[in-house]
Each structure stands twice: as structure tokens, then as C-alpha cells.
């Protein structure tokens, strides 16, 4: 299988020539450090999104080089292939949420957690304004009507399958809505297509990681219509939104390898949790920067809220991610903690 091209680096502008502008200068993320010294390796995320701050982060700060590591981050515009990826040994590692790998693992394609990089939501729901409008909805409407607003709607996902599918159809169901029949969900692809979606008005909402809708509201083009960074919806308290996955056999074959990567990664969390969003926002511009300043330091805020100081995922955030997928029919049974999460990296 060939390695799955990805397109990193986005730049939002404005409307349709957004995405357009952004082929052409995502290619950032897919340039390694030189050094020959390094071991090469491959990671995968779905999406370019501030979900993702511990890769970057650990990039532009070197902390992979410090391990001893030459990344290779992959963008598989949406869950699934940044999965399928590890699993057929064409990358080391996902940068994944238990929603998209748990499934995976109840059929039988056996992987593990060895670190939590977020364990709350970072998935919000943005409402393109005249909807909103129409639909007399604010931020600060009850969760009840904003989920019962989502009724009739055309509603922006990455693709079926991925977080942001499973959690609009979660929240429909949550509203006593049928999801195949009470609005219509697409998928649009990786979160700059998303994103201009909403702003050219295509769809009446999106589902999308942090800062992407954001960017958008900012605009004045829509409204955050769930904040889940925040907690609005009691339903998601925690989750198991990012976490560092790999496959039992890369473990057992490559323990120094699952060290040096958790080691930078952990180094990246540090640097959240220790700085205001301010001088989070910095060594992120290379990739993030067209955001404008204020927009990406409001979603590096959001995004540290977020971020394991740990590195475990609790049982509790494992049942509530297990509640989404169950509810979904997208696992018929429960696992175990100890069957899908292995801590003994974080132990050094």
C-alpha cells in the first residue's frame, strides 16, 4: 500500500478561493527534519486542526529531533485511512480519537493507546448565521433547542465514519431525531473543505475541530452554536478525543521507537499547559498563522483546556466515548480499558 499523500499546511482566506489557497501551501507539514542521523518514521492525522497541537508543537520546537526522530506527518483528509495506515504498516503511528479506533478494534484490528493527548472535546458545532437566525438560536440558547434546531439541516462532516459523523449523529439522536432521516449529514472532506462549505453557505451547519469553525465565526459568517471545549453539552464531559496509536507488534518490535515519541509529545503537552495561549500560539504560525492572531491564540486556549496533563485516558472517558459509538450501532459491545490503553511508556 503506498503511503497516503496528505495535504498539512492550511491557509484560510476567504470563501471558495480558501481551499484553493490552501493546496498549494499545505505541503509544509510533509517536510522531515534532514538530519541522516534520525529515524525516519511515519505518523498520521486526520485533519490539519489545532487537535492535533502536540505534533506541531513537538515539530516546530524540536522535540522530535531531540529524540532522535525524522516525522513524517500525514493528513488523510477525515478518519479511517490515517488507521488503516498503521494497521497495514505503511505508517508507525495515528494521532487518533478512541471514537474512530474503537470500532477498528471491536472488528478485530488490534491497537493500542500508549498516551492520551487530549481527553476532552474538541469537536464544535458551528451554525452558518442566517440559519441561526431563522431558527431564533444563539450561543447561549439551551443545548436542548440547539440540538433540536439541528432538525431539517444540512450538516458538514469530514466523511461517514470519522468523530465528526458519529458526534452529529449523536447529538441527533440526543434530540429525540432520527440521523438518517431528520437532516442530512455530508462529507465534505479535510477541514479547510469543511470550513468553506459553511462560509459559502453550502451548509446550514458544521462539525469540526478547533479553530476551524472558529474561523468562520470570527468572520461574522456564523455562530458557535455548541461549544464542546467548554463543556456545553453535558452529555460529553470527557472524551477520548486524540491519543498516540500504534499496533501491539510495532510495540514489541520498536519500544525505544514508542519511547522517543511519547518523550516528545509529553514535552509538547508540558509546553501547553506551562504558557498562556499567547506563546502557545508562536512556533504554530508556520502552519496556522493566516489564521490571524487572534483567532489562532482563542483555539490554542480552547485546545489547552483539553490537553491530558496525564497522559491516561480514565474509565470514565471511555465509557462516554463508548456511548457515542454504541448509540451509533458503531460497536455492539464495551472493551475494557486494559484491552485498548498501555501506559507503560509514560512511566520513564
Same mark, same amino acid.
Given at each position: 500500500? @503506498?503511503?497516503?499523500?496528505?495535504?498539512?499546511?492550511?491557509?484560510?482566506?476567504?470563501?471558495?478561493?480558501?481551499?484553493?489557497?490552501?493546496?498549494?501551501?499545505?505541503?509544509?507539514?510533509?517536510?522531515?527534519?534532514?538530519?541522516?542521523?534520525?529515524?525516519?518514521?511515519?505518523?498520521?492525522?486526520? $485533519?490539519? *486542526?489545532?487537535?492535533?497541537?502536540?505534533?506541531?508543537?513537538?515539530?516546530?520546537?524540536?522535540?522530535?529531533?531531540?529524540?532522535?526522530?525524522?516525522?513524517?506527518?500525514?493528513?488523510?483528509?477525515?478518519?479511517?485511512?490515517?488507521?488503516?495506515?498503521?494497521?497495514?504498516?505503511?505508517?508507525? &503511528?495515528?494521532?487518533?480519537?478512541?471514537?474512530?479506533?474503537?470500532?477498528?478494534? $471491536?472488528?478485530?484490528?488490534?491497537?493500542?493507546?500508549?498516551?492520551?493527548?487530549?481527553?476532552?472535546?474538541?469537536?464544535? $458545532?458551528?451554525?452558518?448565521?442566517?440559519?441561526?437566525?431563522?431558527?431564533?438560536?444563539?450561543?447561549?440558547?439551551?443545548?436542548?433547542?440547539?440540538?433540536?434546531?439541528?432538525?431539517?439541516?444540512?450538516?458538514?462532516?469530514?466523511?461517514?465514519?470519522?468523530?465528526?459523523?458519529?458526534?452529529?449523529? &449523536?447529538?441527533?439522536? !440526543?434530540?429525540?431525531?432520527?440521523?438518517?432521516?431528520?437532516?442530512?449529514?455530508?462529507?465534505?472532506?479535510?477541514?479547510?473543505?469543511?470550513?468553506?462549505?459553511?462560509?459559502?453557505?453550502? $451548509?446550514? @451547519?458544521?462539525?469540526?475541530?478547533?479553530?476551524?469553525?472558529?474561523? +468562520? +465565526?470570527?468572520?461574522?459568517?456564523?455562530?458557535?452554536?455548541?461549544?464542546?471545549?467548554?463543556?456545553?453539552?453535558?452529555?460529553?464531559?470527557?472524551?477520548?478525543?486524540?491519543?498516540?496509536?500504534?499496533?501491539?507488534?510495532?510495540?514489541?518490535?520498536?519500544?525505544?521507537?514508542?519511547? @522517543?515519541?511519547?518523550?516528545?509529545?509529553?514535552?509538547?503537552?508540558?509546553? #501547553?499547559?506551562?504558557?498562556?495561549?499567547?506563546?502557545? *500560539?508562536?512556533?504554530?504560525?508556520? +502552519?496556522?498563522?493566516?489564521?490571524?492572531?487572534?483567532?489562532?491564540?482563542?483555539?490554542?486556549?480552547? #485546545?489547552?483546556?483539553?490537553?491530558? @496533563? *496525564?497522559?491516561? &485516558?480514565?474509565?470514565?472517558?471511555?465509557? #462516554?466515548?463508548?456511548?457515542?459509538?454504541?448509540?451509533?450501532?458503531?460497536?455492539?459491545?464495551?472493551?475494557?480499558?486494559?484491552?485498548?490503553?498501555?501506559?507503560? &511508556?509514560? !512511566? *520513564?
Amino acid at each position: 500500500m @503506498a503511503k497516503i499523500q496528505g495535504i498539512p499546511r492550511r491557509s484560510f482566506l476567504t470563501g471558495t478561493a480558501a481551499t484553493l489557497a490552501l493546496a498549494g501551501t499545505m505541503r509544509f507539514n510533509r517536510t522531515a527534519f534532514a538530519a541522516t542521523t534520525l529515524q525516519k518514521i511515519t505518523v498520521t492525522q486526520a $485533519v490539519t *486542526s489545532l487537535a492535533f497541537i502536540q505534533n506541531y508543537l513537538a515539530r516546530e520546537l524540536g522535540y522530535f529531533k531531540d529524540e532522535g526522530l525524522d516525522v513524517e506527518i500525514v493528513v488523510t483528509n477525515g478518519g479511517g485511512p490515517d488507521v488503516q495506515a498503521v494497521i497495514s504498516g505503511d505508517a508507525a &503511528f495515528t494521532i487518533n480519537d478512541g471514537a474512530q479506533v474503537l470500532p477498528a478494534f $471491536v472488528r478485530g484490528l488490534d491497537m493500542r493507546c500508549i498516551m492520551a493527548t487530549l481527553d476532552k472535546n474538541l469537536i464544535n $458545532v458551528s451554525m452558518e448565521k442566517e440559519t441561526a437566525e431563522r431558527l431564533g438560536l444563539t450561543p447561549d440558547s439551551p443545548i436542548e433547542d440547539k440540538l433540536a434546531g439541528l432538525k431539517g439541516l444540512k450538516i458538514g462532516i469530514t466523511r461517514p465514519g470519522s468523530l465528526t459523523w458519529q458526534l452529529a449523529r &449523536f447529538n441527533l439522536a !440526543k434530540a429525540g431525531l432520527n440521523p438518517d432521516t431528520d437532516a442530512t449529514i455530508v462529507g465534505l472532506g479535510g477541514g479547510p473543505a469543511v470550513a468553506a462549505a459553511l462560509e459559502n453557505k453550502d $451548509v446550514d @451547519a458544521i462539525y469540526i475541530s478547533v479553530p476551524l469553525g472558529e474561523r +468562520v +465565526v470570527h468572520a461574522g459568517k456564523a455562530i458557535t452554536l455548541i461549544d464542546n471545549s467548554s463543556g456545553q453539552d453535558p452529555n460529553l464531559p470527557s472524551f477520548m478525543m486524540e491519543g498516540l496509536w500504534t499496533t501491539p507488534e510495532y510495540m514489541k518490535g520498536n519500544p525505544e521507537t514508542c519511547q @522517543a515519541m511519547v518523550n516528545a509529545l509529553r514535552k509538547a503537552s508540558r509546553f #501547553v499547559l506551562e504558557n498562556d495561549p499567547k506563546t502557545i *500560539s508562536e512556533p504554530l504560525k508556520p +502552519v496556522f498563522g493566516a489564521l490571524g492572531d487572534e483567532v489562532l491564540e482563542i483555539g490554542a486556549g480552547m #485546545v489547552k483546556e483539553a490537553v491530558s @496533563a *496525564s497522559g491516561q &485516558f480514565s474509565e470514565e472517558t471511555l465509557d #462516554v466515548t463508548q456511548n457515542v459509538l454504541l448509540l451509533n450501532k458503531s460497536i455492539a459491545g464495551s472493551v475494557a480499558l486494559d484491552d485498548v490503553f498501555d501506559g507503560q &511508556f509514560l !512511566k *520513564s
